[in-house]
């Protein structure tokens, strides 16, 4: 079956531009997780989606990032006015419902940001 | 002090070899998650344990939740093995929100 799916794969944009990245979540995931992956680094937990809404977005740096999943399904990752320490992998993961306790979380390939 | 700390940073073995990851944790956690990461991004879960032991294969994973440390063993090393393995936990009991280890990068020689 599918799995979790991203888009782009790679972005270049330059600094002070728009940028949205895409995360399509196993089919039936309620959970949905944002991640940011510097180089040589773990990921960092940025937001946390159960369902339509963000229960936990206390890891977005600022307020330039933004997320939504206004459907439940599809989240899309918005950052604005882009700076270079904004390059990264931004990793998203889905799980079942991550109410009741730990589960396991599948993530996507990512989308590697360049900010020139 | 970050809450997840892993050793060795890098590990270089020989094909065969018994390899031991380690990972401490500082947080009350209901499970931890090991993690392997190939070149290239992917990751890929291995294990999620809340405690004793679980073994996939020649992939062994432990947790002692009185000394909150957890260990990635792997049996008869080999090449296909390497990459960077991670240890995640929940910074709060229960909640969904993971902080991961720096990883651990594995490279096996045949």
Request: aromatic share 8%; glycine share 12%.
């Amino acid at each position: 079956g599918a799995g979790v799916s991203q888009t782009p794969s790679n972005k270049v944009t330059e600094k002070g531009k728009y940028v949205e990245l895409r995360c399509d979540p196993i089919s039936g995931h309620t959970a949905l997780y944002w991640y940011r992956q510097s180089l040589g680094q773990g990921p960092e937990f940025l937001i946390y989606f159960q369902g339509t809404g963000a229960a936990d977005d206390s890891g977005l740096p600022n307020d330039r990032f933004f997320a939504v999943r206004p459907e439940g399904s599809v989240s899309t990752l918005k950052i604005q006015r882009t700076e270079r320490g904004d390059s990264a992998v931004y990793l998203c993961a889905s799980s079942t419902s991550g109410t009741s306790g730990m589960k396991t979380q599948y993530f996507g390939p990512g989308t590697r940001l360049l900010v020139l | 002090k970050n809450e997840v700390e892993q050793s060795p940073q890098n590990l270089t073995a020989q094909e065969g070899e018994f390899i031991t990851i380690n990972c401490s944790y500082s947080v009350g956690i209901s499970a931890l998650h090991w993690l392997q990461q190939h070149p290239g991004g992917g990751i890929v879960s291995l294990f999620m344990l809340s405690s004793g032991k679980k073994k996939h294969g020649r992939l062994i994973a432990t947790i002692n939740i009185q000394e909150k440390h957890s260990s990635l063993h792997i049996t008869a090393s080999h090449p296909r093995d390497s990459a960077v393995y991670i240890c995640a936990v929940p910074l709060i009991q229960g909640a969904q929100k993971l902080v991961f280890g720096q990883g651990t990068r594995l490279t096996i020689n045949p």
